[in-house]
């Protein structure tokens, strides 16, 4: 299975390199789902071509833009809900709920700012948006090459809320990414606790689960 970080990595240059390769199409609505990836990712592009040399020295600040920038973006509770699985979420007490939540959220910002620090928009075709504008959920299709020149699928889903539309999960090669964390996280929760995960994930973010055999 791809690793957690490679596909947190493609979902992070996916969203970026959405608004710089392809337009908004006349299927989306201003606030439509092309649409908060296309805001989101011009601005991204814009502050990274600004200070390239910077945020190669200091990968922090990279980490900066994403938490100020992309993560607003992603519906970081409603994902962190959907990888406990409804039984440790409903098990689980509201502290716990919040440090898991915040937890998730440090993971991402991490990953996504390790991943972006030598990023270029010219890998990704955006394919047309066929969602039904009214529905509460969206996906957008989209093709990212790799660097030996062939390209890998890349979905990424996201839901209406009151605050807009979020993206809450990405889906490479047929993978969901928020599937693969519920079903390692949830092996690790029922060996070792909720307690314990929770503990790892504050002091070393998220690594995979070492591979048996």
Do not use: C
Not at 4 to 16: C, E, H, N, V
Not at 53 to 58: A, P
């Amino acid at each position: 299975m791809r690793s957690m970080k490679s596909m947190t990595a493609a979902f992070a240059l996916t969203w970026l390199v959405a608004a710089a390769i392809a337009p908004v199409s006349a299927a989306d609505t201003q606030d439509g789902p092309r649409a908060v990836i296309e805001s989101s990712a011009q601005k991204m592009l814009r502050a990274l071509d600004a200070n390239r040399e910077e945020y190669t020295r200091d990968p922090s600040k990279v980490r900066q833009l994403v938490d100020e920038i992309l993560l607003p973006n992603f519906d970081t509770e409603y994902a962190a809900k959907r990888i406990l699985g409804r039984e440790h979420w409903t098990n689980a007490s509201a502290e716990q709920r919040t440090r898991f939540v915040k937890a998730f959220y440090q993971a991402l910002l991490g990953t996504y700012g390790d991943a972006l620090i030598d990023f270029t928009a010219d890998r990704l075709v955006v394919l047309p948006f066929r969602g039904d504008a009214k529905s509460s959920l969206a996906k957008v299709q989209t093709r990212v090459q790799r660097n030996d020149g062939t390209s890998v699928n890349v979905d990424y889903v996201l839901r209406r809320t009151a605050a807009g539309w979020k993206a809450w999960d990405v889906v490479i090669e047929g993978i969901s990414y928020v599937t693969s964390l519920h079903d390692d996280m949830g092996a690790e929760i029922r060996q070792k606790g909720l307690e314990a995960v929770i503990k790892r994930l504050e002091t070393s973010g998220y690594k995979p689960p070492a591979k048996q055999g």
